[in-house]
């Protein structure tokens, strides 16, 4: 199993970023798909969760100003991030968890994860 996140970078505060995570090895329409973030000295964080079939769910600090969305043909998820903040700043995590709606998951329930992808938002 593979989750490869891309899009990261450096963007001013204000600004947006759209990331991406291809999987392969899953039959990508039997999982639930999220992000997690983790910011320097803290713990990892749930940010969104997205169901096969399009159900959502965010966290309350990026409620408004992410949007999570998925292409079941391309195995494809996205975070579309708005009005980045300088507390955005952290690597985001991309995951996977089988069979499961969208909601809030513990990290200790996540099936798989991606490698991270550096996101910098400068004030």
């Known amino acids: 199993v593979q989750l490869v996140e891309s899009g990261g970078g450096l963007v001013q505060a204000g600004g947006s970023l759209r990331l991406s995570c291809a999987a392969s090895g899953i039959t990508f329409s039997s999982y639930g798909m999220g992000w997690f973030r983790q910011a320097p000295g803290k713990e990892r964080e749930f940010v969104a969760s997205i169901r096969w079939s399009d159900s959502t769910y965010y966290s309350d600090a990026v409620k408004g100003r992410f949007t999570i969305s998925r292409d079941n043909a391309k195995k494809t998820v996205y975070l579309q991030m708005n009005s980045l903040k300088p507390e955005d700043t952290a690597v985001y995590y991309c995951?996977?968890?089988?069979?499961?709606?969208?909601?809030?998951?513990?990290?200790?329930?996540?099936?798989?994860w991606g490698q991270g992808t550096q996101v910098t938002v400068s004030s």
């Open positions: 995951v996977a968890r089988f069979r499961s709606g969208s909601g809030y998951w513990p990290r200790d329930e996540v099936d798989y």
